[in-house]
Nanobody, 119 residues
Framework: QVQLVESGGGLVQAGDSLRLSCAAS????????MGWFRQAPGKEREFVAH????????YYADSVKGRFTISRDNARNTVYLQMNSLKPEDTATYYC????????????WGQGTQVTVSS
């Protein structure tokens, strides 16, 4: 079965950096658009970033543009999210997602990793 396993979350201070990883198995990774979403307590899950299957394009939410960078290693079936200049409002559970098309809901989700940014 398909598994997406996130890691790298933690508690950091404002201005710090974190790098999240998501290891995928059970799917042809190089055929999937890989992305990150996040959900803060009491809020809806929101899009953060995604990257084309080939890595040819990326797209970011305005709230993270210029601070976060998504990347992928198709040989390792892994997608990353480098988060710099973290802010308290970045505090959320971060979810990895995989989908075949760029529209609609993701086909698969990870279990999430918690990121907490203190002020």
């Amino acid at each position: 079965q398909v598994q997406l396993v996130e890691s790298g979350g933690g508690l950091v201070q404002a201005g710090d950096s974190l790098r999240l990883s998501c290891a995928a198995s059970g799917l042809t990774f190089s055929r999937y658009i890989m992305g990150w979403f996040r959900q803060a307590p009491g809020k809806e899950r929101e899009f953060v970033a995604h990257m084309a299957a080939s890595g040819s394009y990326t797209y970011y939410a305005d709230s993270v543009k210029g601070r976060f960078t998504i990347s992928r290693d198709n040989a390792r079936n892994t997608v990353y999210l480098q988060m710099n200049s973290l802010k308290p409002e970045d505090t959320a559970t971060y979810y990895c997602a995989a989908r075949r098309t760029s529209v609609g809901k993701p086909d698969y989700w990870g279990q999430g990793t918690q990121v907490t940014v203190s002020s």
